[in-house]
Nanobody, 115 residues
Framework: QVQLVESGGGLVQPGGSLRLSCTAS????????MAWYRQAPGKERELVAH???????DVEDFVKGRFTISRDDSKNMVYLQMNDLQPDDTAVYYC?????????WGQGTQVTVSS
């Protein structure tokens, strides 16, 4: 069983930055891929970025150039650095891990971008 706990959300003004953190209860080196998803009110959950155990990363086009995903295997943590945040980025952000064809989810952290 993998437990994931997100932190770092909050209220930020447009153009601001936040760094989300995800702490795993197991070694993330054993998890095939870690990812960040988000879900805005009234919308479906969508993939934001992912990072494989070997280090390959990818971010979706709508955040490319603004968001960066990274990992620290020594701390079992995955990060999402979010820069130039815009109101459309307002959502609950979820950490996800895929291991042995099973999806694990954190409880989510709220990010609100508003002036």
């Amino acid at each position: 069983q993998v437990q994931l706990v997100e932190s770092g959300g909050g209220l930020v003004q447009p153009g601001g930055s936040l760094r989300l953190s995800c702490t795993a209860s197991v070694s993330i080196a054993s998890i095939y891929v870690m990812a960040w998803y988000r879900q805005a009110p009234g919308k479906e959950r969508e993939l934001v970025a992912h990072i494989f155990s070997r280090g390959d990363t990818d971010v979706e086009d709508f955040v490319k150039g603004r968001f960066t995903i990274s990992r620290d295997d020594s701390k079992n943590m995955v990060y999402l650095q979010m820069n130039d945040l815009q109101p459309d980025d307002t959502a609950v952000y979820y950490c996800n891990g895929k291991q042995l064809m099973v999806d694990y989810w954190g409880q989510g952290t709220q990010v609100t971008v508003s002036s």
